[in-house]
């Protein structure tokens, strides 16, 4: 019904840089907010940051001035570009995106997770 595929995960070095990218596809009539979270290993999954239709975004304190989330509604992707990256960002982070499919039937839509290693 509905599908969100992550991309752009991987090994990259402190201070280094990494954008993250999730396509939502399938029987979409509207998408309210999207956003990221992330699970360390022994840790909860938490939220990174979330855009809603109009724009308006919030972060998780620990990545305020360092991550950035940005979409494209047209496509139905959210994007997430890491600055500065640290050793402590290391988790999986998954796509999240609150939908009403076709037959406006909302639902809250999860991908599969893409893992992002920072090496110190």
């Known amino acids: 019904q509905v599908q969100l595929v992550e991309s752009g995960g991987g090994l990259v070095q402190a201070g280094g840089s990494l954008r993250l990218s999730c396509a939502a596809s399938?029987?979409?009539?509207?998408?309210?907010?999207m956003g990221w979270y992330r699970q360390a290993p022994g840790k909860q999954r938490e939220l990174v940051a979330r855009i809603i239709s109009g724009g308006n975004t919030n972060y998780a304190d620990s990545v305020k001035g360092r991550f950035s989330i940005s979409r494209a509604n047209a496509k139905n992707t959210v994007y997430l570009q890491m600055n500065s990256l640290k050793p402590e960002d290391t988790a999986v982070y998954y796509c999240?995106?609150?939908?009403?499919?076709?037959?406006?039937?909302?639902?809250?839509?999860w991908g599969q997770g893409t893992l992002v290693t920072v090496s110190s």
């Open positions: 399938g029987s979409i009539f509207s998408i309210n907010a």
């Open positions: 999240n995106a609150g939908v009403v499919t076709t037959t406006l039937n909302p639902l809250d839509a």
